[in-house]
């Protein structure tokens, strides 16, 4: 009976977009997160007959039923979340499109929209994981840290007698920045579909300046991802009882011959 395969995508499907909101509710306070969105398409159609007319007529209806549901693909929402002021000089937001590029420890490059940085024991501008913002940023000790909109860094001496000019920070751009793909702690590396990094000035080539002193939060929506939950959970169970009809009736179709 196709009903029971039919139904079993649907529970398939509804059960995978329950794991990506368990996965976004759980990020719901992870700085700089980016929420995702699942894109469902139908199965293939088999025509049972036509309506109206024989096939080959002039206006035949051809009368199709579905084979389910499956799933397209995850689509990263990349829209800005909120903005929370946190006054401390290591704390940067892009105020738009781009993404900080960092160094890993095995020299790989990664971005992120995470501007929760620290100074390590060497005096360099990292991530709160360690990775090295890029190009190197390095403070002398006891400096304090400025950063200009335009990405311009600059550090005062703690008498104020000195400031010294410690590099720019750049931004990276790409064509398809949903394309990029998630590695955890807040990163993401380039792939084809996100195309190559583009790096360029803030402020310039379509890129946002930098905000000091604050912090870009998630952009989920707790009360729509509740929403969609429930929905998701009915959806699930709707499916289920498709399943329990279609073999109560194959179950009637068996007894009809005893």
């Known amino acids: 009976m196709?009903?029971?395969?039919?139904?079993a995508t649907g529970m398939r499907a509804f059960q995978t977009k329950i794991d990506n909101i368990a996965n976004n509710l759980s990020n719901a306070n992870t700085t700089g997160y980016k929420k995702v969105r699942e894109s469902f398409e139908d199965l293939v159609y088999q025509k049972v007959g036509f309506q109206g007319g024989e096939e080959g007529a002039s206006t035949p209806n051809p009368m199709q039923v579905g084979s389910g549901v499956r799933l397209?693909?995850?689509?990263r929402d990349m829209s800005m979340g909120?903005?929370?002021v946190t006054n401390s000089?290591?704390?940067?937001?892009?105020?738009?499109?781009g993404f900080f590029v960092v160094e890993t420890p095995s020299g790989e490059e990664r971005f992120t929209r995470d501007g929760h940085?620290?100074?390590?024991g060497e005096g360099n501008l990292v991530t709160q994981g360690g990775d090295r913002l890029a190009p190197g940023i390095t403070v002398p000790s006891g400096y304090s840290l400025v950063v200009g909109s335009d990405g311009n860094v600059t550090a005062t001496s703690p008498d104020a007698s000195e400031t010294v000019t410690l590099g720019t920070i750049e931004l990276a751009m790409f064509a398809n920045p949903g394309g990029l793909e998630a590695t955890?702690?807040?990163l993401f590396r380039a792939t084809e579909a996100s195309g190559e990094a583009q790096r360029t000035t803030p402020g310039e080539d379509g890129a946002g300046g930098i905000v000091q002193g604050a912090l870009e939060g998630s952009n989920v929506d707790v009360a729509e991802e509740l929403v969609g939950m429930i929905t998701a959970q009915r959806s699930y169970e709707?499916?289920?009882?498709?399943?329990?009809?279609?073999?109560?009736?194959?179950?009637?179709?068996?007894n009809l011959r005893r």
């Open 184 to 186: 955890g702690s807040n």
């Open 117 to 120: 940085l620290r100074v390590d």
């Open 82 to 84: 909120a903005v929370s």
């Open 238 to 254: 709707l499916s289920s009882k498709v399943i329990q009809a279609a073999d109560e009736m194959m179950q009637t179709t068996v």
């Open 2 to 7: 196709r009903a029971l395969y039919t139904a």
């Open 72 to 75: 397209q693909g995850l689509v």
């Open 89 to 97: 000089a290591n704390d940067m937001v892009i105020d738009g499109p």
